[in-house]
């Protein structure tokens, strides 16, 4: 159950990122990197970070967004999965 909150709290927590860098890159501020938002979908972020990209409109046309953050979405659901199964 821990896991699930935590899961859950990642999630969030990439969301806010997502839209706080939405919100700088509007006021011409400093940035979160690219490979920060990427490994934070990487970590368990990856439907928070789907969402971000979607309500904020940020990163919408960056491949490496518009496909890697749902292949993680996909690669962490066949790990849990197989978890879950075995």
Known sequence: MIFLYALLAMNVFTFIVYGYDKYKSRHKKWRTPESTLLLLAALG???????????????TKHKKFVYGVPAIIFAQLVLAIYYYFN
Not at 45 to 59: D, Q
């Open 45 to 59: 972020g990856s439907v928070g970070a789907f969402l971000g990209m979607k309500t904020f409109r940020h990163k």
